[in-house]
Every structure is written in C-alpha cells, then in structure tokens.
C-alpha cells in the first residue's frame, strides 16, 4: 500500500537497544528469534483467522500520525484552508480504511474511490468560493496518499481553483518542492512531518517535538512550518500510524482488546510477534512495547514493515500480533 518511510519505525530514541535486545537471541533459519528474558509465563500462542483487528494503544505509545493538508504558505488563503478543512472533517481512520481497501482490495482508481467518497459524505457541501486560480497538488508515491489528494483536487475544484493533482515520490523530494511553490498542497502526516521539519532544521539528533497528544503535535508542526514557508490546515480524525493487530479469533479467545491486555495476559513464551527487523530496537514497536506495556512476547518474526508477510503471518496462525499500519485497507471489517 505505501513506500514512505515511517519515522516511529525508522528513528531510534532514546530507548537504548542494548536494553531491550537482551535475550532477544540470534534469528533462526526461520527468521523467528529465541524466547525472550524475562517472558517466562505461558504466553498466547497464535490463533488463524480472515479478520484482523487492531489492539487499542491505551497507554500511547504512538505519536499522533494524523492526517494533515500541508500548503504552500503563500496561496493558503483562509477559503483554500476551509476548502481543504473539508475534507478533514469528513476523514476518520476507519473511513481511511475503507478507502483503502476501496483501492487496494477492490482495485478502484484513486480518483474513482475519491469521488465516491465526497458524494457519500457531502465533501463538498457548503464550500466558499476562493481567490481562483492554478493549484497543483502533491502526491506521495503510495495509494493512501494520492487518494487523498484526489479528495483534495474535489474540494479546491469546488472552491473555483484549477488543480491537478501530480504524483512526486517520497517527503525528501515533494517537501522543498513546496517550500519552493512548485507545488501548492501536499496530504500530510502531522508527526512524522513535524519530525521531517525539526530534524531538518536542526539535525538529525534533535530533541523529537511530536507528542501522543494531538494539539501539542500540531502546534510544533505549525512552529515548524512557520519557518518553513509551509502553513496547515485542521488535522483530520484519520491516523495512519504504527498499530498492533492480531486475528479476531486471537482477540476473542485470550480476551485482549488493548495493548493492556495483551501485556497482562499474553506475555510469555507462546507469544509470536512479527514485524520488521529493526522492531526489537525501535521505541515504537517492540521495545517500546517493552517500555510502556511490559509486554514480553516468547519470540520476534523478523518479517515486513506492516506488509503481506506481516499480515499473512498473522492470518496463518504463524504469529501472534504483528506490527500493521492503522489505516490499511486489510483492516476493513468482511
């Protein structure tokens, strides 16, 4: 579904690794390391089933990856914002799922699942007539985000403004390419983009600004846009962030619904959980499961970043949980 790097997944925090890798042991042929110290209890072993469904993050371990129009601070007009406000407001993560899976399930244009989706939620409705004139829209190069951005060409178009909608590729080039102007609008992620700015302007090594909380995550994003030239509009309800997902069957028959949960009665040497080869290290996968939950699986899968093998891992009774993202259209309730 998307090719852009994740920053919780990508950046190691403060976390040390050293701390959480203890015992994780050497991957086997299978790619499924030893038990890990300290997960000595019975554990949950893996459940197959067609549903997934994801674990509450109830302590929030997650930053706030919602979904965000970044815009050319010169052609963000009051009207364009409330234009482009629209369609946040229309926007929530199981909505983003379905149209998602609109996309890469049911192999829908963009531009057709976009389309559907303003008629079906009045995208349109009540839109103020701008200024006018020529917007070109930014895409990444991943289905979530050109169909967003179709959302967005919907709205402007309603507006008055001429828009087109061009796929760019990854933050690192559709970025300067709207500080500069040469595009007007781009869908973004509010954490991962606050962090995109902070490390830019400060170096790699900067002090994180994006926070579990949403208003706190928007108001470094804005601080950081500032300077960049860059304005933002209202922060959609829609998350595409690091989630954690196991089976229906999984979650009915151990009882889990959170991260809480799984911790409390899963932790132990039954327990499979998948996801990248980095996630042992990370903060926001398992040692940060480790961190803020306690939670000890019995052994990692080095699979995916939140892909077919992640999943299929998952539904074949192979793993226990395993890293998703929120918005992925396999999400989408049968």
Not at 254 to 264: E, I
Request: glycine share 10%.
């Amino acid at each position: 579904m998307r090719a852009r790097t994740r920053l919780a997944i990508g950046a190691v925090g403060a976390l040390a690794a050293a701390g959480f890798l203890t015992g994780c042991g050497d991957a086997g042929s299978s790619g499924t390391e030893a038990p890990q110290q300290g997960a000595s209890g019975a554990g949950c072993a893996p459940v197959a089933g067609d549903q997934l469904v994801v674990l509450t993050d109830d302590k929030l371990l997650q930053n706030t990856d919602n979904v965000i129009p970044a815009v050319n601070a010169k052609v963000a007009t009051p009207e364009l914002l409330a234009a482009l406000d629209k369609v946040s407001a229309a926007l929530d993560t199981p909505k983003l799922i379905a149209l998602n899976k609109a996309v890469d399930v049911d192999r829908k244009t963009s531009k057709v699942a976009a389309e559907e989706f303003a008629a079906a939620n009045n995208v349109t409705q009540g839109i103020a007539k701008g200024s006018g004139g020529a917007i070109v829209i930014g895409a990444g190069n991943f289905t979530e985000s050109r169909t967003i951005a179709e959302l967005y060409r919907i709205a402007l178009t309603a507006a008055g403004y001429q828009v087109e909608v061009q796929q760019i590729g990854n933050r690192e080039l559709y970025e300067p390419a709207l500080e500069k102007g040469k595009i007007q609008v781009v869908p973004e992620y509010a954490a991962t983009m606050a962090e995109f700015l902070n490390t830019k302007a400060n170096g790699k090594d900067a002090q994180p600004v994006s926070s579990p909380e949403l208003d706190k995550t928007v108001a470094a994003l804005k601080a950081a846009g500032e300077k960049a030239g860059i304005a933002f509009g209202a922060p959609s309800a829609a998350q595409d962030q690091n989630a954690f997902a196991v089976t229906k069957a999984f979650a009915d028959k151990y009882g889990v619904s959170t991260l809480s949960d799984l911790a409390a009665k899963c932790s132990g040497s039954a327990t499979v959980l998948a996801g990248p080869p980095e996630c042992p290290q990370r903060p926001k996968c398992q040692a940060g499961l480790v961190e803020v939950y306690d939670f000890k699986a019995g052994s990692f899968s080095s699979l995916d970043t939140g892909g077919p093998q992640t999943k299929n891992a998952l539904k074949t009774g192979s793993a226990s949980v395993g890293l998703v993202f929120s918005s992925d259209g396999a999400l989408a309730a049968s």
